[in-house]
């Protein structure tokens, strides 16, 4: 087994086939199928089904450690050439798009300002989106939405924010300062999908005062979701970050007394040291964290970790 076979077979994958593979090696389609067949003999199992160009679930489960070892292998040559004094090289960041939108443009900042030869690639997703590419090795840590209880991972806790009801000015319960979640389930809801952190949460607290939240809609995504409430499309449940001051419109922001807060973590694989890039990176985004925990309305720290769903 060598660089090579592991090379012809990721291509396979991210190109949907042998032709499209060879010409993004730059070589030929003999070479990429002769590099997955050994490969194959070697592992003793067919990773490429012929008909198609998909990859076996065997094949999958390989070109997701292949990435692993060449991410690897990069931020050996990376940490290599950072030995000196200055740090070069890519830190590969994933992070949520709520989190994203005030954290980004200050951590360029400071990444541009303190190590110049850095250079940030920022992937805005959801937390669901961000776990298998972390997993893959595609990015070196994310900024997710807690709780992850996946032991492949290091978790560590960076904020709470509070959850808030954003409604049109025209919804019944636009006028109030504050409500609890059963007046909330009195009403349909643009909600995330179940089997998200942030839904199974809401779920979790309204079957404990034996209520149940209605989708009016199902969204994965908080901005989305806030932005179709701004828009007058209905009632939705958000973190406080999702609700940016400069957005105008008919619409309002009321508190919800009996939700826990949302918890937000940094992630990153718990067996792969990260790259000298992505550690500057890393500290530069507790940095704009730190900076920030005192400006931003309904933001907290966690020093001593979020609080269990199940404590509260």
Do not use: C
């Not at 592992?43 to 060449?70: C, F, K, N, Y």
């Not at 049109?168 to 300062?177: D, G, K, N, V, W």
């Not at 400006?295 to 020093?303: D, E, K, L, T």
């Amino acid at each position: 087994m060598d660089l090579r076979q592991l090379a012809a077979l990721v291509a396979v994958a991210d190109h949907g086939g042998f032709s499209a593979a060879a010409r993004a090696l730059h070589t030929v389609q003999s070479n990429v199928s002769a590099h997955v067949a050994r490969l194959e003999r070697e592992l003793g199992t067919s990773l490429v089904d012929r008909r198609s160009g998909q990859l076996t679930g065997e094949g999958e489960a390989v070109v997701e450690r292949s990435r692993r070892i060449h991410a690897e292998l990069d931020a050996m040559a990376v940490d290599v050439a950072s030995m000196g004094e200055v740090v070069s090289g890519t830190a590969r960041v994933g992070v949520i798009g709520t989190v994203g939108r005030w954290l980004v443009p200050r951590l360029v900042e400071l990444i541009h300002l303190e190590h110049p030869l850095v250079r940030p690639v920022v992937l805005d997703a959801v937390t669901t989106s961000l776990i298998p590419q972390l997993r893959a090795g595609q990015i070196d840590f994310a900024l997710i939405n807690l709780p992850l209880d996946d032991p492949e991972f290091e978790v560590e806790p960076l904020f709470d924010e509070d959850r808030v009801l954003v409604t049109p000015t025209s919804h019944p319960l636009a006028q109030r300062e504050s409500v609890s979640l059963a007046e909330v389930a009195e009403h349909d809801l643009l909600l995330p999908p179940r089997g998200t952190v942030f839904r199974d949460e809401l779920d979790q607290v309204a079957g404990r005062i034996d209520v149940e939240l209605t989708a009016q809609a199902e969204v994965d995504g908080m901005r989305l979701l806030a932005s179709l409430a701004f828009q007058g499309f209905g009632a939705t449940i958000v973190p406080s970050g999702a609700v940016p001051s400069y957005v105008a419109g008919d619409w309002t922001v009321v508190a919800i007394d009996d939700l826990p807060p949302r918890s937000v973590g940094l992630v990153h694989r718990r067996k792969t040291m990260l790259s000298m890039p992505a550690r500057v990176t890393r500290d530069a985004v507790l940095a704009v964290v730190s900076d920030q925990l005192d400006r931003r309305i309904g933001m907290h720290s966690v020093p001593t970790g979020p609080t269990p769903l199940t404590e509260i």
